[in-house]
């Protein structure tokens, strides 16, 4: 189950690995409205990315409820995939800090992979430094017994693992019909170079690939 919060940021390449991987992918929108599902009814959670905070309920109540399902996830051993907004909400739902941030990360960069990382099954064949997408301010403390498995120059948490779960504040989920709806919706100046587009959607096919496997074996 695929939970996305506005209409420009979908699965892109995660739909199709989960798919090669024998899933059946569904999307509820979370912003339609649309209800979420019970935790005991899934095999694997992904939560998209949003311009909304991970603690603004007020104005998206929704995400309350969001973060129940995934710590009810998370307590089922049901693999949880957080991306951008997803990995604050993953963060949040197992009792880390969330908070704005002292500056904006946009744009194509890198993330740099801790050991942890380089020895993880997911993001370890493609280190040690990573081609991603940044869209972010907001930032957040490690879970308990969160792995730390990436950084960057301006924020020290970019990727974490609790148990079979993924925490990735950047994202490579972004093919070129993906990032094409993204786009207009990028802070105005960002620059996202077709050759550097294209490494980050090459870096990102392999790692979702990856993930898949590793989350329907966890399920197996």
């Not at 909304?52 to 998206?60: E, K, N, Q, S, T």
């Not at 587009?197 to 966890?218: C, D, K, T």
Request: hydrophobic share 45%; aromatic share 4%; charged share 20%.
């Amino acid at each position: 189950m695929v939970v996305q919060h506005v209409p420009f940021e979908g699965p892109g390449l995660i739909a199709p690995a989960l798919a090669e991987a024998g899933a059946e992918v569904r999307v509820v929108r979370a912003d339609l409205g649309e209800p979420l599902p019970e935790a005991s009814g899934l095999d694997v959670l992904v939560v998209l990315g949003g311009p909304m905070g991970a603690l603004d309920d007020r104005d998206h109540p929704h995400l309350a409820n969001e973060r129940e399902l995934i710590a009810r996830c998370v307590r089922r051993g049901r693999p949880v995939l957080g991306v951008c907004l997803g990995a604050q909400l993953l963060a949040a739902a197992l009792g880390a800090s969330v908070w704005r941030g002292p500056e904006l990360e946009v744009g194509v960069g890198t993330v740099a992979l801790t050991p942890d990382g380089l020895a993880d099954p997911v993001l370890g064949p493609s280190g040690p430094e990573l081609p991603v997408v940044h869209w972010h301010q907001d930032t957040f403390e490690l879970p308990e017994r969160g792995v730390p498995l990436a950084s960057s120059t301006r924020y020290a948490h970019q990727a974490f693992r609790v148990g079979g779960s993924y925490g990735l504040q950047f994202h490579v989920e972004l093919d070129a019909d993906a990032l094409a709806r993204v786009r207009p919706h990028l802070p105005s100046g960002t620059v996202v170079a077709p050759d550097a587009a294209r490494a980050v959607a090459a870096a990102g096919e392999r790692i979702l690939r990856r993930w898949a496997e590793h989350a329907l074996a966890v399920r197996r």
